[in-house]
């Protein structure tokens, strides 16, 4: 179930979600360091994380599902948002070098169709990043964090996800070690709890930092958007579940 855009933009716009916004982004321009010429996409909420980006990225876009809602952004300017299923993006094949997930993995009652349509936008060789939440982590069970609602992870689920999503895992990254109870007391030292955290206790993470590869020789799909729909959801694997495993 997707949470409310609303709730989202408003858990982004507070103290907490704008050190989130700092932690997590932290770690995407560290994967992504160099954008360069490239044409990036958004799926889910991940408005806040592009705003980094788009300083030298060729072109950002964003896609909002209906079942979330959608936003203006970037704000102020023209809107570079739109409105689609995250199983039917209106984007041509391979027209995008860079896609980040977020607020997506969660919620999507279509994974494996929406990791198909990722496959399908992307160029050749292109990358993907899975921001999901930690299914061992406090922030998967407080409810003002948006990290909370939906299906959390474990990393060899996202892994296993992706691998069945013709994607090949590269590297890996965590943020948020900072427990959400207690982030007043110990914000000035949030960056810091994510250094160490990475380093020594990448268990307690908040979140799991995922970026993957594009598979230029799996099988491609054909057929229209609506005939890869039936025919994914015809196999019983269409409506894919975590397994019940943890790290």
């Known amino acids: 179930m997707w949470l409310d855009v609303v709730d989202l933009r408003d858990f982004y716009a507070s103290t907490l979600g704008r050190l989130v916004q700092g932690l997590i982004g932290r770690q995407l321009r560290a994967i992504?360091?160099?954008?360069?010429?490239?044409?990036?996409?958004?799926?889910?909420?991940?408005?806040?994380?592009?705003?980094?980006?788009?300083?030298?990225?060729e072109r950002v876009l964003a896609v909002m599902p209906?079942?979330?809602?959608?936003?203006?952004?970037p704000d102020?300017?023209?809107?570079?948002?739109?409105?689609?299923?995250?199983f039917t993006l209106p984007l041509p094949d391979r027209s995008i070098d860079r896609l980040l997930l977020?607020?997506?993995?969660?919620?999507?009652?279509?994974?494996?169709?929406?990791?198909r349509e990722c496959w399908r936008v992307l160029a050749d060789g292109g990358r993907v990043v899975v921001v999901a939440a930690n299914r061992s982590s406090l922030?998967?069970?407080?409810?003002?964090?948006?990290?909370?609602?939906g299906r959390p992870y474990s990393s060899s689920q996202i892994t296993s996800l992706l691998r069945d999503g013709m994607f090949a895992p590269r590297q890996t990254a965590k943020a948020l070690f900072l427990p959400p109870m207690f982030w007043r007391l110990f914000s000035g030292w949030a960056a810091a709890f994510d250094r160490l955290g990475n380093r020594w206790f990448p268990t307690f993470a908040g979140v799991h930092i995922v970026e993957a590869e594009k598979q230029i020789y799996a099988t491609p799909l054909v057929g229209t958007p609506a005939v890869r729909?039936?025919?994914?959801?015809?196999?019983?694997?269409?409506?894919?579940?975590?397994?019940?495993?943890y790290e």
């Open 102 to 115: 977020v607020h997506s993995l969660e919620s999507s009652a279509e994974l494996r169709l929406m990791m």
């Open 76 to 86: 102020p300017g023209p809107s570079l948002v739109c409105l689609a299923e995250e």
């Open 66 to 73: 209906p079942g979330q809602g959608v936003m203006h952004w």
């Open 229 to 245: 729909k039936a025919a994914a959801v015809a196999r019983p694997a269409a409506n894919y579940e975590p397994a019940k495993n």
């Open 32 to 57: 992504w360091p160099n954008l360069t010429g490239q044409r990036v996409l958004g799926l889910g909420f991940a408005a806040p994380y592009l705003d980094a980006l788009r300083a030298d990225a």
């Open 139 to 149: 922030w998967a069970r407080f409810e003002f964090s948006p990290f909370a609602h």
